[in-house]
């Protein structure tokens, strides 16, 4: 179901006092101003991201899975297109969800250091542009960046036979943890450092510092940094700052627009 603006102001408001009273526990020369650098332009992708960009992104991935339900099932059957087809779709929900989360996030890794190459940087360069970075980060996300991500996501699971009505029980979790792990805190989770992304973990993924570039793709499992050689934690220091060399505009409209310009 598409949100609403009712929701996304409700959710807006549950957020930001449940964050900022976060940063209220930490020391003062760790906290940002509530009105943050950046703050209106992030504040704006909050009902941009979910009502223009998935919007656009929802009619990509139905565009690319047309061509492979005709492939697969010889029809765009919506009962199909939810049950999957196979061994895959006769496991039992909960498998298949956590089976879709190990795979996407595993496609995501890749999809995610594919737009820190040379030719998609630009795209992905405006989510690195916040030099501030909280949970509010989270949403400023360009709409190219968001559907080639999600198309590739779909495909596999939609290929393999998976049911991709299994992933709507994880996909508030996700959502929540993609805020979460971009919120103003040196959090990671103890023990479990290494097996769930924290923020932490993505904060280090954010940093301007030159040694920590391209470092911490996973969105969820640290797994995928660790076996490819791109896994970033030192245990005794923190990222100091955060942002890209990329001169990203820093209204979105401009952020639009920037990755279609050259030069």
């Given at each position: 179901m598409p949100p609403t603006i009712q929701g996304l102001l409700i959710a807006f408001v549950v957020l930001?006092?449940?964050f900022r009273a976060i940063e209220l526990c930490r020391p003062r020369d760790k906290r940002l101003a509530l009105l943050r650098r950046g703050f209106w332009t992030d504040l704006t992708y909050w009902a941009f991201t979910p009502l223009v960009t998935r919007a656009i992104t929802r009619a990509c991935v139905v565009i690319a899975i047309v061509p492979v339900?005709?492939?697969?099932y010889g029809t765009v059957d919506k009962d199909l297109l939810l049950n999957g087809f196979g061994p895959a779709s006769r496991l039992p929900m909960w498998l298949q969800a956590i089976l879709i989360l190990i795979l996407g996030d595993f496609v995501g890794y890749w999809m995610h250091r594919w737009f820190h190459g040379r030719r998609m940087w630009r795209f992905h360069a405006v989510h690195h542009s916040s030099v501030d970075l909280d949970w509010l980060s989270a949403v400023r996300l360009h709409p190219v960046n968001d559907a080639l991500m999600r198309v590739a996501?779909?495909?596999p699971i939609l290929l393999l036979g998976f049911a991709?009505?299994?992933v709507a029980g994880v996909a508030p979790f996700l959502t929540l943890m993609a805020i979460v792990v971009h919120a103003n805190v040196d959090w990671d989770w103890g023990p479990l450092r290494t097996v769930i992304a924290s923020p932490r973990f993505h904060r280090w993924h954010?940093?301007?510092e030159e040694n920590a570039r391209d470092k911490n793709f996973a969105g969820f499992l640290p797994l995928w940094d660790i076996l490819f050689g791109t896994y970033h934690m030192p245990r005794h220091r923190l990222p100091q700052?955060?942002?890209?060399?990329?001169?990203?505009?820093g209204n979105l409209i401009g952020q639009m627009i920037f990755p279609f310009r050259r030069g």
């Open positions: 930001l006092l449940a339900a005709l492939l697969i996501g779909t495909l991709p009505v299994a954010h940093t301007d700052s955060f942002g890209t060399a990329t001169p990203v505009p």
